[in-house]
């Protein structure tokens, strides 16, 4: 694994050609089917959504896109879902849970919209919502992280059985300029925020907050996407086999614990 700073894989994470959720499925899955519209009121293009057969069997996919030319990337907001994209993903959580079908999901978001028309609309109850009902899923869920995973907006696609990311993702409760702007009043502080946050992955595997790494090529994961996309679907293929031998109530038990057990480790360590 590359020897980086954090502020450097912060960089990485946020690399305009880094491959995201709509390149990812075409190279994971196939006959994908796309479902739009939250059945309540509108459709989100910063959530991509439908099933998808894994090597043959049929799971839901889900994921956070950013879009790739401007126009997209300001239809999809950056990246940034608005409470029409959770209910969205509530929708297709369900049929899974109906169907029995493995959630699969991709995260790369600087976090919710934060827009005067999304909290209108209910962000806050659609984030919480969209993590209890995560919470309570009996079929297996796998959440990859692939870019950025910032705040509430990552953790509502995040409540996996298992948390997978790539080497150099990274996945915080606010952005390192927000949180030097909050603590030291100064937003010019961010790279050093990157190392006090603990936001790596390298981090967060040691902190017990992500399960696996996937290693990314030197330059990144936009350098060599077809190596990427090759090493996440071993890891895909053995995390989703380890986790069909578990029962239902057993997958929904063992997220639960992973949570409530979350940073734990971490205390003891400083009281001891």
């Known amino acids: 694994m590359a020897e980086r700073t954090a502020a450097e894989r912060v960089a990485l994470a946020r690399h305009p050609d880094r491959p995201g959720t709509a390149e990812f499925i075409p190279a994971l899955f196939t006959d994908f089917f796309e479902q739009r519209g939250d059945r309540l009121g509108g459709d989100d293009r910063a959530i991509l959504g439908g099933v998808a057969l894994f090597h043959g069997r049929p799971v839901t ?15 999809c907001r950056f990246g940034m879902p608005s409470p029409e994209g959770y209910r969205k993903v509530q929708r297709l959580l369900r049929q899974a849970e109906k169907f029995r079908r493995p959630v699969i999901t991709f995260v ?27 919470s309570e899923l009996t079929v297996p869920v796998v959440s990859v992280f692939t ?6 907006g990552a953790l509502a696609l995040g409540v996996g059985n298992r ?3 790539l080497e150099n993702a990274v996945y915080s409760v606010l952005s390192p300029e927000g949180f030097a702007s909050i603590l030291w009043k100064d ?11 603990k936001l790596t992955a390298p981090d967060l595997l040691e902190l017990g907050v992500a399960d696996a790494i996937i290693p990314e090529p030197p330059g990144g994961a936009h350098a060599d996407p077809g190596a990427v996309m090759r090493a996440l679907d ?5 995390t989703l086999d380890s986790l069909r031998k578990t029962g239902p109530a057993a997958l929904a038990a063992q997220r639960y614990r992973k949570f ?3 940073g734990a480790g971490a205390v003891r360590k400083e009281r001891t």
């Open 61 to 75: 996919v889900i994921g956070t896109r950013k879009g790739r030319t401007l126009e997209e990337r300001i239809t």
């Open 108 to 134: 790369d978001t600087a976090g919710a919209y934060p827009g005067k028309e999304a909290e209108e609309h209910g962000q806050g109850e659609a984030i919480a919502s969209t993590l209890a009902m995560m």
């Open 147 to 152: 870019g950025e995973g910032g705040s509430g």
């Open 163 to 165: 948390v997978l990311m």
């Open 187 to 197: 937003a010019s502080r961010a790279e050093e925020a990157c190392e006090v946050m």
């Open 234 to 238: 071993a890891a895909l293929i053995q």
């Open 260 to 262: 409530r057990g979350m």
